[in-house]
T-cell receptor, first 114, second 115 residues
Framework: DGGITQSPKYLFRKEGQNVTLSCEQN?????MYWYRQDPGQGLRLIYY???????QKGDIAEGYSVSREKKESFPLTVTSAQKNPTAFYLC?????????????FGPGTRLTVT | AQTVTQSQPEMSVQEAETVTLSCTYD???????LFWYKQPPSRQMILVIR??????QNATENRFSVNFQKAAKSFSLKISDSQLGDAAMYFC????????????FGTGTSLTVIP
């Protein structure tokens, strides 16, 4: 079955530690995205990538980093510079062709930093 | 950047009744794509319905339909015969036809279905 996997579902870290969230897709999509979701704020774009070895900052990139070494994978690192990292993180992918193509989402990772 | 506004943070509907969720957006483009996503308590985002801006006909998917008013930049979602399983957060999203790959989301509407 094609889809997007995110692991783990729940992640706990101590303040000051970097943590990497995994996102893998087997949909053969060129574009991948990371969103942060907080109550009452909808989905906010952190980073997105349209092609391997290239990515762009979204609206709230500070304190986060990404890599795109393979088409299937787009890991997100939450660094210690991120002031308020506790949130729900969603990974998504889509085709880059013009057309009525939606984003597909993974199940999300809930990160708690204490 | 395009903005998407959902002015109803919370809505409720009686089971079997009809409810309409509103969405407006701001754009200078003439061609674009619009989507409604559902996020149930599991938090998995699920596509509900989609619409191309150049198509006049409103999209319909079973009990879900949209009222797309291009001039008013409005894209409301109507849920007919509401079921308990419809209870979720609903997000409206915009995708540009020209820049293509960035999606813009509203802040969501939390729908409660009352038995």
């Amino acid at each position: 079955d094609g889809g997007i996997t995110q692991s783990p579902k729940y992640l706990f870290r101590k303040e000051g530690q970097n943590v990497t969230l995994s996102c893998e897709q087997n949909l053969n999509h060129d574009a991948m995205y990371w969103y942060r979701q907080d109550p009452g704020q909808g989905l906010r774009l952190i980073y997105y990538s349209q092609i391997v070895n290239d990515f762009q900052k979204g609206d709230i990139a500070e304190g986060y980093s990404v890599s795109r070494e393979k088409k299937e994978s787009f890991p997100l690192t939450v660094t210690s510079a991120q002031k308020n990292p506790t949130a729900f993180y969603l990974c998504a992918s889509s085709l880059t062709n013009r057309g009525l193509y939606e984003q597909y989402f993974g199940p999300g990772t809930r990160l708690t930093v204490t | 950047a395009q903005t998407v506004t959902q002015s109803q943070p919370e809505m409720s509907v009686q089971e079997a009744e009809t409810v309409t969720l509103s969405c407006t957006y701001d754009t200078s483009e003439s061609d674009y794509y619009l989507f409604w996503y559902k996020q149930p308590p599991s938090r998995q985002m699920i596509l509900v319905i989609r619409q191309e801006a150049y198509k006049q006909q409103n999209a319909t998917e079973n009990r879900f339909s949209v009222n797309f008013q291009k001039a008013a930049k409005s894209f409301s979602l109507k849920i007919s015969d509401s079921q308990l399983g419809d209870a979720a957060m609903y997000f409206c999203a915009y995708r540009s036809h020209t820049t293509g790959n960035q999606f813009y989301f509203g802040t969501g509407t939390s729908l409660t279905v009352i038995p």
